[in-house]
């Protein structure tokens, strides 16, 4: 299957601060991306869908100036937790698809806020 | 998309098959069905996906009934590392279209020696 890589793996950041996580889809190109929270023992949660060259859609409840989404290329989308707090804290996990086919996901960002 | 039901746990012997049921009765018909599992701490992997015929591949096989409502999951020889949450998502495909994916709780399966 299609390859969809993530940087970094995990990070620590201090409360207050900015953190950056991107998404790369390896060997197609991608016209949409989704970001996701997965918080321990519960299942993904959609925060917002990326299409290449427009604004994000965020889902309900998700603050989009605190999560910044970024899909400037057919490659890359990323994602900027603005002023961390502890309780975003969590597992960011992306995905890829081409035109709504197969997604493909990412392995994953561990956040921890401290 | 429809929604799905699927039992919160199971767990397999080794070298058995896991059979997971998924039941989706509301499906409308180009609904494709698709699996995912996630292994502790990874991003969902992609398994298989199909839209009325049953569908094998490397990984597992794809069993849906004729009605649609509902898909079984076959690993045919069950090992210790697919132990995993599996997620079954129905959802349209449609090129250029968009779409919400939704993740439920999926099955909990646990292979035991």
């Known amino acids: 299957g299609a390859v969809v890589s993530q940087h970094p793996s995990r990070v620590i950041c201090k409360s207050g601060t900015s953190v950056k996580i991107e998404c790369r889809s390896l060997?197609?190109?991608?016209?949409?991306m989704f970001w996701y929270r997965q918080f321990p023992k519960q299942s993904l949660m959609l925060m917002a869908t990326s299409n290449e060259g427009s604004k994000a859609t965020y889902e309900q409840g998700v603050e989009k100036d605190k999560f910044l989404i970024n899909h400037a290329s057919l490659t890359l989308s990323t994602l900027t937790v603005t002023s961390a707090h502890p309780e975003d804290s969590s597992f960011y996990i992306c995905s890829a698809t081409l035109f709504s086919e197969t997604q493909y996901f990412g392995p994953g960002t561990r956040l921890l806020v401290l | 998309d429809a929604k799905t039901t699927q039992p919160t746990s199971m767990d397999c012997a080794e070298g058995r098959a896991a059979n997971l049921p998924c039941n989706h009765s509301t499906i409308s018909g180009n609904e494709y069905v698709y699996w995912y599992r996630q292994i502790h701490s990874q991003g969902p992997q992609y398994i298989i996906h199909g839209l009325k015929n049953n569908e094998t591949n490397e990984m597992a096989s794809l069993i849906i009934t004729e009605d649609r409502k509902s898909s079984t999951l076959i690993l045919p020889h069950a090992t210790l590392r697919d132990t995993a949450v599996y997620y079954c998502?129905?959802?349209?495909?449609?090129?250029?279209?968009?779409?919400?994916?939704?993740f439920g709780r999926g099955t909990s399966l646990i292979v035991h020696p």
């Open positions: 060997d197609f190109q991608a016209t949409t």
């Open positions: 998502i129905v959802r349209t495909f449609s090129s250029g279209g968009s779409y919400i994916p939704t």
